[in-house]
């Protein structure tokens, strides 16, 4: 599985690059059939205390799978955006037929 990550509007973070690298290899485990990850890491300027925006867009087959979250850190933000996406991805696994 390709992964790109991307920051917009932020300070490019280490420990949430490695973390979302290390929680989509391990989709990638179970869900061998994930093409590419791409990862846009987002800050707005927010007065209630979040604004730290992760979105993940898989590409597998049939259509692409989106997730995101707002939360108070980036890291909180992937674990929350890796939770959606496990849910969505064992719903799409449901709904493969074998060959």
Excluded at 36 to 49: C, L, M, P, Q, Y
Aim: aromatic residues 8%.
């Amino acid at each position: 599985m390709e992964i790109t990550t991307q920051f917009v509007q932020a300070e490019p973070n280490a420990t949430a690059d490695n973390l979302v690298f290390g929680k989509l290899e391990n989709l990638a485990k179970h869900y061998n059939w994930i093409i590419r990850a791409n990862v846009i890491f987002k800050e707005e300027k927010k007065s209630d205390g979040k604004g730290k925006i992760c979105d993940v867009i898989l590409s597998c087959p049939g259509p692409q799978i989106f997730a995101s979250s707002n939360e108070q850190t980036f890291e909180i933000a992937v674990a929350e955006t890796i939770r959606d996406l496990e849910v969505q991805l064992k719903k799409r696994k449901s709904e493969m037929k074998p060959f």
